[in-house]
């Protein structure tokens, strides 16, 4: 018994190093996977830098048009983010065309006007195409509006009126969300990412290894070594998930690594990552690299010839991260413990909860993690069925 | 022994194999000669497990290929019609993991590797990786594949297919070789001087079904001609006569 064993073993470790060593030396699967690890974190960075970028308060130049001098608006819409320059002649579009962000057009009687409390005009001109106006449009409108509401109670004291009267109620907003939660909104992409970058460097060996070896002719070859169908197909996930694995463990060492490097608090967001959930995340993506390493080839075995393959395996990435996407922006919810064992999802909400610094119920990620690897198990078991096929043979 | 019994196989509704019987004895070469689409590679695949016949009894070494598939595969050593190299490894590394493959390792492992290494000359390949090696040198690989667990049964399906001189010489001493050590051979051909030379039997094969079956001077005397090829065609196309359609034999 112990003699059929070792065989079994001696036979498995033989096929696995075999298997090994075609995928390693494979420099399309190994520089597929290189670049994915690299590019899927740094395009996630880049994400972020340009969101930050976004978000931070540029200056803007304002080009104050009016005949006559008006002190009172020279003197007060200037601030840290507004640059006013008065101009006394000149056609607002040429102006805009010159640039200027905005253009503030005073009516030529102004200064009377608004010494006989009349309501004199003021015209914002703007290019609606430019790129970030809305935010500047609306900061000026609210810069002028709390301009507006100062010389309003000045009016209302001259004259022995309290200011309140024109302030019924004070609107203040107050954010109540943890932080960890408003980081998580964005840190959702992350490990999407991750995944998606598994599915990218696991596809190139996966096909290599069942329908490149099948056009190669060496499957039937290996098919008549006395070798039983699940040690085929294990060895060949084994090896094709290790890619896989190690360049979901580059990209998760190269996320840690340069998101401390980030101001993400200038976008809400309280990134955490311990030093314990560092591996952690490491072992979260094995089984998850192991079910995207067979299923990519049993889908692959089905195949008709290895280009087939690639068309078909292609096509069908983008589909787990469409259900990932659509499942964070849809209204399920997915904190419900269900979702912690379906596969993909659970890794995707156990990964953004170890980026913002939450602890993970251990019991929840082994079970979940345990249905991922029986269904891994499966696929094994029908990928072994599928080498039976005559047809893989090109026999009928 | 091989033994086959009454197989039958339908491919897609077409009678493949007809009622196909014959068995290849130890220490003795049989020659599988047919043309193409005669149903020999379908066969040999039974032999070797990789295909299941409709019906019928298929042996290898006194068990049933059908139900002891992994045993039958220990027993035999197989060259198909495609060499199936691994391009990525090295002759010596694709040789460690076929022995490895059918358990031996350790030291029988290093004497297994010197073994094929001598027989088949491979010292200036050892080291190199089988991408870019030609006709001859990867059928001497793939060869050294089939004979790296020292078999019992030996299939080849068309082995001299693209070889030169040299390795076609190469393969015929291996095999009587293999021969002179009881190792029963299966090998299909289209090289009708190699099957005189080589074979002690010969079985003919046409759409599905054997058509001749005896040492190469038996076929001749059946089929009424002088040549082993002259007997092929008669048999298997019901021609007598090369290029003359002088009437059917069978």
Redesign the interface.
Known sequence: MNSVKS?VW??F???L??EC??VW??RRAVFTAIITCLLLPALTIGGIVYAIKNNAEDTFRLALLSRETVPLLEQRLADARLEVEIIQEGAAKELLENGFDLVLKVDDNFNSAFRNLLIPKLYLYMDSSSEGIRGQVTYLQRHLSGFQSVVARQRLIARGVAPQVLTPWQLEVRDVSAPSKRGALLLTMMPSMLILGIFVACLGASIDSSAGERE?????????????GPQIVLAKVLAVSSIGWLSGLVGVAGLVSVLPLLPLSELGIQYSVSLVAIPMMGLLLLPLSLLVAVAQMLLALRSQSFKDAQMQLGLLQIVPLLILFGLDMSKVDLEVPFWQFVPLVGQQQWLKALLVGETLSLPLVIAGSLVTLSLVGLCILVGARALQR?RL?G?? | MIRVESVEKQFVGKNVLKNLSFSVPDGRITALLGANGAGKTTCLRIIAGLLKADSGKVSVGGLDVARYPIAVRRQLGIVGDREGLYERLTVKEYLTFFAGAQGIAGEALAQALESVRDVLELDSLWCRRTKGFSQGERMKVSLARALIHRPGHLILDEPTRGLDVLAARLLRKTLLQLRSQGTAILFSSHVMAEVAELSDSVLVMSKGAIVGNGAPEELMHLSGTDSLEESFVALAYGIKGTGHAEGALL
């Open positions: 065989l001696q036979q470790f033989a096929l190093r075999k060593l075609e030396r494979d190669r002719l060496s499957l039937e070859v290996l098919l008549q070594q006395p070798l039983a005559e043979l026999a009928t």
